[in-house]
Every structure is written in structure tokens, then in C-alpha cells.
């Protein structure tokens, strides 16, 4: 009978585990793919508009945190065993949110790119609403990692209280560049391009690119 019990039980924790499972290991949801294929499309022509419509060496001011790219992905990999990645597509809408105001906050009413910038920010919201209502609430609930949290703590600081030491200088297009490659990392399902393969692939190992 305790055998009985005892086999009852771990299959119990089995199927527990198995139906957990999709929710921490998931892949990108497909309802996903819509959304930041049509963002995608807009990043295609970030260069027209992020470039050649600005002065030579044009920068804006920006929390260094927002500058995030591939190598900060692998880091925080390194750093957090078996980090979801779920926490990390998180991470990168919040980021980027931050990223899109400040380019667009810069643009005069009718600076040639501001058009372009509006509609990337609503087609990016689309994708964020997508990304919400493709999980279970609770899933927003959980406790994010130390690492991960010092992060989203600073991209949520009130920007009169960051240090001046916090505040970096970057190109528009440099930002969208790290946007588009973090994107296909991040979301790779949705994009089947050699392009994509490559953003997420060839820097795993080294987290320093």
C-alpha cells in the first residue's frame, strides 16, 4: 500500500511538472509572429529614416540600460541558470518602450522621420498587447531574478534621480539596430531568416560581442 502511495504520488509530480512545463519552456506563442513580422518590416527601412534624416553623428541621451544588445542577452544567460525566456522578451519590451519615447521625443512635429517613428511605436504597442495576452496573468506575477531586476529597476528610475554617470549617447539607428537584432534573438520562431538564425546564434558563446 505505501508503494501504492508512494508511485500514486510521483506520478502526480510527473504530470504536475509535464503540464507546467509549456508554460515556463514555451516557445513563442504563433499569435506572436503577426506582430513582430509587421514590425519587421518597419525596422527594414530604420536606416532611411534613422540616418539619413539626421545630422552626421547625431545622438540622444539615454539610460545606459537601454542600450541593449545581443551581448547583454548571453550575459544575463551566463549569469542566470536556466533563466526563462520569457523573462528576457519582458525585459526587451521594456526596454525598448523606454527607447521608441526617446527617439520620438527628440523629433520635432515635422522632422521628416517623426511619421515613421509613430507608427513603429504603435505597430511595436500592437506587438506588446499580443505579448500580454498571449500568457496567463500570473505569469507577469512571478519574481523576476537579481539580475534582471537591478535592470528593470533602472529602466524604471525616475530619470531626475539617475546619476549623471548612468546617462549615455547614442545614434537612433544604433538603437533600432540593437531593437531589430535583440528581436530576432529573442523571438527567433517567428523569424526563419538567416538573418535571425545568425542574431541569435553565432554570439551564444561569447558574451562579449
Same mark, same amino acid.
Given at each position: 500500500?505505501?508503494?501504492?502511495?508512494?508511485?500514486?504520488?510521483?506520478?502526480?509530480?510527473?504530470?504536475?511538472?509535464?503540464?507546467?512545463?509549456?508554460?515556463?519552456?514555451?516557445?513563442?506563442?504563433?499569435?506572436?509572429?503577426?506582430?513582430?513580422?509587421?514590425?519587421?518590416?518597419?525596422?527594414?527601412? +530604420?536606416? +532611411?529614416?534613422?540616418?539619413?534624416?539626421?545630422?552626421?553623428?547625431?545622438?540622444?541621451?539615454?539610460?545606459?540600460?537601454?542600450?541593449?544588445?545581443?551581448?547583454?542577452?548571453? +550575459?544575463?544567460?551566463?549569469?542566470?541558470?536556466?533563466?526563462?525566456?520569457?523573462?528576457?522578451?519582458?525585459?526587451?519590451?521594456?526596454?525598448?518602450?523606454?527607447?521608441?519615447?526617446?527617439?520620438? +521625443?527628440?523629433?520635432?512635429?515635422?522632422?521628416?522621420?517623426?511619421?515613421?517613428?509613430?507608427?513603429?511605436?504603435?505597430?511595436?504597442?500592437?506587438?506588446?498587447?499580443?505579448?500580454?495576452?498571449?500568457?496567463?496573468?500570473?505569469?507577469?506575477?512571478?519574481?523576476?531574478?537579481?539580475?534582471?531586476?537591478?535592470?528593470?529597476?533602472?529602466?524604471?528610475?525616475?530619470?531626475?534621480?539617475?546619476?549623471?554617470?548612468?546617462?549615455?549617447?547614442?545614434?537612433?539607428?544604433?538603437?533600432?539596430?540593437?531593437?531589430?537584432?535583440?528581436?530576432?534573438?529573442?523571438?527567433?520562431?517567428?523569424?526563419?531568416?538567416?538573418?535571425?538564425?545568425?542574431?541569435?546564434?553565432?554570439?551564444?558563446?561569447?558574451?562579449?560581442?
Amino acid at each position: 500500500m505505501v508503494q501504492l502511495s508512494t508511485s500514486v504520488y510521483l506520478l502526480g509530480g510527473l504530470l504536475g511538472l509535464f503540464l507546467l512545463s509549456p508554460v515556463l519552456m514555451a516557445p513563442t506563442p504563433a499569435s506572436m509572429c503577426t506582430p513582430l513580422r509587421t514590425l519587421n518590416d518597419s525596422l527594414s527601412h +530604420r536606416r +532611411r529614416y534613422m540616418k539619413h534624416n539626421f545630422p552626421i553623428n547625431y545622438t540622444i541621451r539615454i539610460h545606459h540600460k537601454e542600450i541593449f544588445k545581443l551581448s547583454d542577452i548571453n +550575459r544575463m544567460r551566463l549569469q542566470v541558470t536556466g533563466l526563462d525566456e520569457l523573462v528576457l522578451q519582458r525585459l526587451w519590451f521594456q526596454v525598448n518602450q523606454g527607447v521608441l519615447k526617446k527617439i520620438i +521625443r527628440v523629433m520635432p512635429e515635422r522632422h521628416p522621420s517623426r511619421p515613421y517613428s509613430t507608427e513603429l511605436e504603435r505597430r511595436f504597442r500592437d506587438a506588446e498587447g499580443v505579448f500580454v495576452q498571449s500568457h496567463p496573468a500570473e505569469v507577469f506575477q512571478h519574481e523576476l531574478p537579481e539580475t534582471i531586476q537591478d535592470t528593470w529597476d533602472h529602466l524604471t528610475e525616475e530619470p531626475d534621480r539617475v546619476p549623471e554617470s548612468s546617462w549615455r549617447f547614442a545614434s537612433p539607428k544604433f538603437l533600432l539596430d540593437n531593437f531589430c537584432h535583440t528581436m530576432h534573438c529573442l523571438f527567433s520562431e517567428c523569424f526563419a531568416s538567416t538573418e535571425a538564425q545568425q542574431d541569435c546564434e553565432c554570439n551564444k558563446g561569447n558574451p562579449l560581442v
